[in-house]
């Protein structure tokens, strides 16, 4: 028997085993999820299997992990909207801990979420490879795009300064809120895009280029929890043990995405 067919084998075995746990746990319930855009992607694709396997619902409200526009995260909590998972960016989970919003015990790091860049499907890519040509690509660009979440914070006030160039970007960058990067580089409205890479993978129109070189990635951590005001808790934790198990390891690397949970069981 080839290592493909057993690895194939032993991975349906553990989506089994984890899936009918999860249906011990938790249930016929209908589970609330505040999702933030850096998983959206491959979380479409698993939650059918959660809920197939367990009669659970999972309804799912999405938005960006911090921001003052409406579909923020933490704005929907703030006004009330009822939830009983968040998954976002650590640090912003954390600081709905700090706030009493979630529950501290329950938070389980998810995955490691590099930054990329993106350019329009079609045109020619820059060479980003290094530092140095990442600086070039983006004095040579004429307009550049980068998100209002933690990669667009982490471009905006610490990238440009790192690569010396904040001056000159200050007129031909722009935060774009509340809607996918790769969406704005896709209709011509920017040259260069940023976001994270399993935000900019699945648009349409828009070709990836590659990671931003090592020596200045910022590696984001995307974290779940149990609200405070959970409904659902039980069934909450058990989507939250499906997403970072072993089984949906496969998925989340598809869209760009280090699973880190499963890595480290």
């Known amino acids: 028997m080839s290592v493909t067919i057993v690895v194939r084998r032993l991975v349906a075995l553990s989506l089994l085993i984890v899936l009918t746990a999860a249906a011990g746990i938790a249930g016929a319930s209908e589970v609330r999820v505040m999702l933030s855009g850096g998983l959206a992607t491959p979380y479409k694709e698993l939650v059918p299997q959660f809920e197939r396997a367990t009669g659970n619902t999972v309804v799912t409200a999405y938005g960006p992990s911090m921001g003052t526009t409406e579909n923020a995260i933490p704005v929907r909590l703030a006004r009330g909207e009822a939830a009983d998972v968040l998954i976002m960016v650590g640090d912003a ?9 979630a529950v501290r015990t329950s938070r389980v790091d998810l995955v490691r979420s590099p930054i990329g860049i993106a350019v329009r499907a079609g045109t020619p890519k820059p060479d980003i490879s290094t530092s140095d040509a990442l600086k070039q690509a983006l004095l040579n660009a004429k307009s550049v795009a980068y998100s209002d979440s933690a990669s667009g914070v982490y471009v905006g006030n610490e990238l440009f300064k ?17 809607e996918p990067v790769a969406s704005v580089v896709a209709r011509g409205d920017a040259e260069l895009g940023f976001q994270q890479i399993s935000e900019l993978l699945p648009i349409a129109g828009a070709d990836l280029v590659g990671p931003l070189p090592s020596d200045v990635q910022k590696i ?20 939250i043990a499906f997403l970072a198990s072993a089984a949906a390891a496969p998925t989340l690397k598809k869209a760009g995405l280090d699973p880190l949970a499963a890595s480290e069981k």
């Open 220 to 239: 984001t951590i995307f974290s779940a929890g149990i609200t405070s005001s959970a409904d659902q808790p039980e069934a909450g934790r058990a989507l």
């Open 93 to 101: 989970l954390g600081e709905m801990i700090k706030q009493g919003r």
């Open 162 to 178: 790192r690569l010396g160039i904040a001056a000159e970007m200050k007129d031909k960058a722009k935060m774009i809120p509340a």
